[in-house]
């Protein structure tokens, strides 16, 4: 069975919450997903996502720490239709060029505290990963989330 579902981390485990995606990625791989799902970690090496996509999914899943001002641990679920906020902006520049198709692209992105030099996320954003992985779960067996309510707090 051709994988359906692709969910990709991405981000560097050496900035601290930039490894938001990767560290969800570690804890979806023991979540028990259906077949039709594919997930992988691809770190930094965002090029190789372009080139897993030239296969074609139904849907795309990215999850990546993205700055939007919010609360850290914030989660967001967008549809990533205009990457250009994301650090995949050139994966898709490049599956455009090659006439790739990533299906329905959602990005669920978590407000980082932290992206200065060092290995290990924030108290607040390692706590929002086990909220990510119920969601990607959900998405996976073709639910409709609800995203966690979170109240502003101080970091």
């Known amino acids: 069975m051709r994988p359906r579902v692709l969910v990709a981390g991405i981000g ?5 919450d930039d490894g938001f995606g990767v560290e969800v990625i570690r804890e979806l791989d023991r979540a028990g997903l ?4 594919q997930i ?6 965002t090029v190789h996502l372009a080139y897993d996509l030239t296969g074609g999914y ?5 999850l990546d720490a993205t700055p ?3 609360p850290p641990g914030t989660l967001s679920l967008t549809s990533a239709t205009d990457t250009h906020d994301l650090h995949g902006d050139a994966v898709f520049r ?6 790739g198709d990533a299906g329905r692209v959602l990005l669920l992105s978590c407000e980082p505290a932290c992206v200065d030099g060092g290995i290990g996320l924030s108290r607040k954003v390692g706590a929002a990963v086990p909220a990510a992985v119920r969601v990607v779960t959900e998405l996976a067996w073709g639910a409709s989330p609800e995203l966690p309510v979170r109240e502003p707090t101080e970091v």
């Open 12 to 16: 560097n485990v050496f900035l601290h």
């Open 34 to 37: 259906p077949p039709w799902v």
């Open 40 to 45: 992988a970690d691809y770190d930094i090496a």
């Open 58 to 62: 139904d849907t795309t899943i990215l």
């Open 68 to 70: 939007h001002g919010l």
């Open 94 to 99: 490049l599956l455009r060029l090659v006439g």
